[in-house]
């Protein structure tokens, strides 16, 4: 069944009739609901995909408790091996969920305020901010 054809049935089943009007009327409605994506969705996408990681997400939040670490630091409180750490950094930072600064050989990460607001937004739909 094609997508017009099962919305058609979608309508008539709503308001009990369709014609050809009231299908180009609702996706007029839809194409509307698509122009109102933001240009730049793809740092969004970004975003989602690095936290998708159990590794990433951790490191995320570690850093938005503990302010600013280095990798030295983030090792021993996960699982993982110091260059997975890195590697994770390293695609926080590209997703702009991660900042870094060096000081002589060190390298220090904070998450972003983009970061520390995704994870509010998760923590209060959980109802952790209450």
Same mark, same amino acid.
């Given at each position: 069944?094609?997508?017009?054809?099962?919305?058609?049935?979608?309508?008539?089943?709503?308001?009990?009739?369709?014609?050809?009007?009231?299908?180009?009327?609702? +996706?007029?409605?839809?194409?509307? +609901?698509?122009?109102?994506?933001?240009?730049?969705?793809?740092?969004?996408?970004?975003?989602?995909?690095?936290?998708?990681?159990?590794?990433?997400?951790?490191? /995320?939040? +570690?850093?938005?408790?503990?302010?600013?670490?280095?990798?030295?630091?983030?090792?021993?409180?996960?699982?993982?091996?110091?260059?997975?750490?890195?590697?994770?950094?390293?695609?926080?930072?590209?997703?702009?969920? /991660?900042?870094?600064?060096?000081?002589?050989?060190?390298?220090?990460?904070?998450?972003?305020?983009?970061?520390?607001?995704?994870?509010?937004?998760?923590?209060?739909?959980?109802?952790?901010?209450?």
């Amino acid at each position: 069944m094609s997508a017009p054809t099962r919305l058609r049935n979608l309508i008539r089943d709503e308001v009990g009739s369709c014609c050809d009007a009231d299908v180009e009327a609702r +996706l007029a409605q839809l194409t509307e +609901l698509k122009t109102d994506l933001p240009d730049e969705y793809e740092a969004d996408l970004a975003a989602m995909k690095a936290l998708g990681n159990d590794t990433r997400y951790r490191v /995320v939040r +570690l850093l938005t408790a503990a302010d600013e670490l280095c990798v030295c630091e983030i090792t021993p409180l996960l699982d993982v091996s110091e260059s997975a750490v890195s590697h994770a950094l390293s695609d926080l930072t590209d997703a702009g969920l /991660v900042t870094r600064r060096k000081d002589g050989t060190w390298r220090y990460y904070r998450s972003t305020p983009l970061a520390e607001r995704l994870l509010t937004a998760l923590d209060a739909d959980r109802g952790d901010d209450e």
